[in-house]
């Protein structure tokens, strides 16, 4: 299932309000120690999004209606919190990366536009397929400059992987 197809299409992100780590693991129950590596789930239920907290031995990767999903570590009560995200630091290095061949800069970049559009620097316009792969459409808010982004169809552990590289480019390792 491609994403323009998605029932919160057309949607502001801005509608949603996503509920916080709950700390619990929604299979067994068991409560997520600090430090625990995790995995969050955002479903579309009824127009409003249902998250649910995974350890990660309960995990079995996300269900097939799945708006999107991420791994974590719970972080300790009170615990140091990560420096604040530089923006403007993510689309210059957004932009540096662009037209690089290679998975490792293809799926860096795949991260960074995520990451942009989470922070909502960019909107989502649509998917296309180019040559059997999945392409997303995306606008730069500030500036209206339309972005390519080629979805590599990474696995759980290749998408932690890189969310853990692209943490620790932002200092947050």
């Not at 409560?31 to 590596?37: C, D, I, V, W």
């Not at 972005?147 to 990474?154: I, W």
Request: a neutral charge; glycine letters at 10%.
């Amino acid at each position: 299932m491609t994403l323009d197809s998605r029932p919160w299409e057309g949607r502001s992100v801005t509608e949603y309000q996503i509920q916080p780590n709950t700390r619990r693991c929604v299979v067994s129950g068991r409560e997520l120690k600090p430090g625990e590596r995790y995995f969050s789930v955002l479903l579309d239920e009824g127009g409003k999004f249902v998250r649910r907290d995974y350890g990660a031995e309960a995990w079995q990767g996300p269900p097939a209606d799945a708006f999107s999903f991420w791994a974590g570590r719970v972080q300790a009560a009170g615990g140091r919190r990560r420096p604040p995200i530089d923006d403007d630091m993510l689309l210059e290095c957004f932009g540096r990366l662009e037209g690089r061949t290679g998975p490792a800069g293809e799926n860096f970049r795949f991260v960074l536009a995520l990451l942009l559009m989470r922070r909502k620097r960019f909107k989502f316009e649509e998917t296309r397929n180019e040559d059997g792969r999945e392409v997303l459409c995306l606008r730069c808010v500030r500036t209206g400059t339309r972005h390519e982004v080629a979805n590599p169809r990474l696995t759980d552990e290749e998408m932690a992987a890189v969310q853990e590289d692209v943490f620790q480019a932002l200092g947050w390792e």
